[in-house]
Structure formats: C-alpha cells, structure tokens
Antibody
Framework: EIQLQESGPGLVKPSQSLSLTCSVT?????????WSWIRKFPGNKMEWMGY???????NYNPSLKIRISITRDTSKNQFFLQLNSVTTEDTATYYC???????????WGQGVMVTVSS | DIQMTQSPSLLSASVGDRVTINCKAS??????LNWYQQKLGEAPKLLIY???NLQTGIPSRFSGSGSGTDYTLTISSLQPEDFGTYFC????????FGAGTKLELK
C-alpha cells in the first residue's frame, strides 16, 4: 500500500524558512510519477505549490517560484519542501501527494499544519 | 489561471438520498476534472478522475459527469460513511482546486 507522510515543525517565525519532509512507503519515487506539495489555507482554499519528477526535474507554481525549492533524497525515498521568507499568509496545512500526469493526484498524505507566527 | 467555482458549499442530506455537487471552471478544462473526499484529519481520497473514471476501490454509487466548463459528482444513495468534505480539482492547465463542499447529516 502506498503511503505518504508529512513531517516538520508546526511553528515557524516570520522571515524564516519552512522545511517539510514527505516520506513515501510502498512505492519508489524514482520509478515514476511526480511528487507534489499542496497547501490548504484557513478558509479551505487549496494551492498547488510544485513538484519534483521521478527524474529529479522540478516545476513550481509561478506565484511561489522565487521562494520555493523541492528536493529529494532517493536513498531514503523522501522528498522535501523548503519555502523561504515566510509570512503569516503561509500559515496552512501542507500536504504531499503523488501526481500522475494524465490523471492528477492519486495518493496524499494526511497533512501537517504549519503556523507562521512570532 | 483557471478558477473553479464549486457549489454548494454546504449540503445537508440523509442516508439514502441522491446528492449532487457541482464545479464550474472559468474556461474549458477538457474533462481533466477530479473529485476527492476528505474527512477530518485524514488524507484526501481520490474518487473520480478525468470526469467519469472511478478510482479503484471506490463504490459504484459515486459517479461523475460533465464536459467543457461544467462538472458534477453524484452519490446515488448516500451511506453513513459518505459524510465529509468533497472538492474538485482541474489539471488541464496547471492545477487548481474548488473550495469544497461539506456534506453533513440532515
């Protein structure tokens, strides 16, 4: 069974960097698919942030492009999100998900809530 | 960006009811429309992909339809485990989500 699990600090100070890990079990991230980060804001608006492909290429939401980086550790079957210069507007629940290019996101993690506050 | 307008935002229904949830795109999304169910504290679950394809393991009471800009999720006979939040998602051009529909017990 494919499972994704997010982890990382639940509280980040403004202007600092937010760093999250997605650990994948049941599927090797280099075998196929794109590996994405998505967030849900208070009030339920959802935003696709970006992905890293099975080959290691990345694609980011243009609205985040100067602040975001998605990387991976293939030895641990994990991928990572770094979001720089956070503000209170980055407070959200962050999800990782597997994306099929023709059918969208099929497996998601349960999400991790991150609050940006001093 | 393609905007997704989902309605209703809140739906009250009873076990056995037939319910429909709608999503309207701001432009043609060529049937690249998925539906997800989410329960509190759980991962979203894919129900339907590309308008009308039932994900493996999803009961047949769930179905999807639509084309162009207008899409519908139908639950033919609501079961107790179906209560939760549903959202649509388009992946024709970039990726955007509907705002969600909370389905609650009447």
């Amino acid at each position: 069974e494919i499972q994704l699990q997010e982890s990382g600090p639940g509280l980040v100070k403004p202007s600092q960097s937010l760093s999250l890990t997605c650990s994948v079990t049941g599927y090797t991230i280099t075998s196929g698919y794109d590996w994405s980060w998505i967030r849900k804001f208070p009030g339920n608006k959802m935003e696709w942030m970006g992905y890293i492909s099975n080959s290691g290429s990345t694609n980011y939401n243009p609205s985040l492009k100067i602040r975001i980086s998605i990387t991976r550790d293939t030895s641990k079957n994990q991928f990572f999100l770094q979001l720089n210069s956070v503000t209170t507007e980055d407070t959200a629940t962050y999800y990782c998900a597997r994306r099929h290019r023709r059918s969208g996101f099929d497996y998601w993690g349960q999400g991790v809530m991150v609050t940006v506050s001093s | 960006d393609i905007q997704m307008t989902q309605s209703p935002s809140l739906l009250s229904a009873s076990v056995g009811d037939r319910v429909t949830i709608n999503c309207k795109a701001s432009q043609n999304i060529n049937k690249y429309l998925n539906w997800y169910q989410q329960k509190l504290g759980e991962a979203p679950k894919l129900l339907i992909y590309n308008t009308n394809n039932l994900q493996t393991g999803i009961p047949s009471r769930f179905s999807g339809s639509g084309s162009g800009t207008d899409y519908t999720l139908t639950i033919s006979s609501l079961q107790p485990e179906d209560f939760g939040t549903y959202f649509c998602f388009q992946h024709n051009s970039w990726n955007t989500f509907g705002a969600g529909t909370k389905l609650e017990l009447k």
